[in-house]
């Protein structure tokens, strides 16, 4: 189905690295019975899902491997950083955690600390480790993952750092282990890479061009997951409307999500993330028709003047994003749609703001990922000439924010009094109430037995706050028909 050759499967791939796993095994089979317990590993993962789903599959290789996970990073005998390039904070914060690992290196010098993720794929990154952080042991990138075996093997048997970034994307490898984090809840991968090159992105350039997964390898993971119980699964690409467009023969995203409903049952099926660029009248009519896909989407609009959209190559106007809008509220009335936002983006202006702000409130949307622009080192935006200063950024960010937060909260009043199906996913953080989500991406909270997590459970809402409803839950009684 594939144009080109992208596809290997991990029991024929694996074999080339099942010596070193059985190696490193052995090593850590003696330890536990030397020290009576097994050699610790820990990964602090960024970004987004993706980086989140990589992290479960080192987490698997690392299980079969003969080590242990731990939450105490200074027990840890295998330290990973699943890094994201997207934001500048979050590589300030790999460097400053690489950096705080130093004196514990000192003092356990067989420790092994990896960087990986799409922070590696960027070559002045890699030099600043090479001459900053010498105790880092093993560097590698997006394109190599299903390699880590070897790559552990190598770094524990020499002395100086192991860089190995592949600079082009390579085969997809189907079928490697998973230790996934919830089993009520599971990521799906769909498709790899980005064609889509916004000027203020560096995606394109860490995960490399798109390819998608054979439908009936898809297919078959979902039927999997739901076998051994999941009740909710995300959808992951970072453009799901591109899904198929490198296959030889049709078959598109609104495709794949009517096989998938077909086998889903009573299993909530999300996607994320669709560019407004593409959304088709057959998503929005999977949308509308297939009943386990939820009434959610994730829209990302970035900036609300056609002047910062073109400037941004989002190619789309602001006319025909509020026209999809449009089309997804009429087909799809209790939709609820989220987006990303970026304040300071080179050449912004106050009427771009205002602008922003008229179609945040147009839209009326449920929540918003929110971001001050952050310079990324090899994209366009980065060599624009007219960057904003960080005070006028600032003051900007919070005039939108107050905006957003005083819409959201109001849409949030509005769901008092409904009755919701949610999907009980654990207590809150004080353990006082159960927390879950409607099919429409509400967070609720209620009281209830623990015995309820990984239910669904009718709930009826009773107040409202910026980011959650709270609730009660109702018995012996259907949730009525307003989702």
Known sequence: MNKLKVIDHWEDVSIEYQV?????????????????????????????????????????????MGYRATAD???????????????????????????ALKPLKAKRPDMIIAACGCMMQQSHVVEEIKTKYRHVDLVFGTHNLHTFPSLLHRAMAQPDILVEIWEGEKSIVEG?????????KAFVN????????CTFCIVPYTRGRERSRLPKDIIAEVEGLIADGSKEIMLLGQNVNSYG??????????????????????????????????????????LRDLPSLCEYIHLPVQAGSNQLLKAMNRR???????????RLKAEVPDIAISTDIIIGFPGETDEDIDALIDLIREVQYDSAFTFIYSMRQGTPAARMTNQIDESVKHERFDRMLNALNTMIIENNKAQVGKCYQVLVE?????????MGRTR????????????????????KVESAHNFSLYGSQLLNKQVDDNE
């Open 245 to 286: 467009l490198d296959f030889s023969e049709e078959y598109s995203f609104a495709q794949l999500l009517r096989d998938i409903d077909a086998i889903a049952g009573d299993c909530r099926i999300r996607f994320m993330t669709p560019h407004p660029k593409d959304l088709s009248p057959a998503l929005i009519d999977c």
């Open 316 to 326: 789309y106007t602001r006319e025909s994003y509020l026209e999809k809008v449009a």
């Open 190 to 197: 769909i498709m790899y890479g980005c064609n889509n090159f």
């Open 73 to 99: 990073i200074a027990e840890a005998d295998v330290i990973i950083y699943n890094t994201c390039c997207v934001r500048e904070n979050a590589e300030l914060k790999v460097f400053g955690n690489l950096g």
């Open 20 to 64: 070193y796993m059985q190696s490193i095994r052995q090593v850590n089979d003696a330890y536990q019975i030397e020290h009576g317990k097994r050699p610790a590993f820990i990964i602090k993962t960024y970004g987004c899902q993706m980086n989140e789903h990589d992290s479960e599959k080192l987490t698997a290789l690392l299980m079969q």
């Open 176 to 184: 490697m282990p998973v230790a996934r984090k919830k089993s009520l």
């Open 440 to 459: 429409n991406n509400k967070i609720v909270n209620f009281d209830g037995d623990a015995s309820l997590i990984g239910q669904f459970v009718d709930v």
């Open 426 to 434: 654990g207590q809150t953080r004080d353990g006082k109430r159960l």
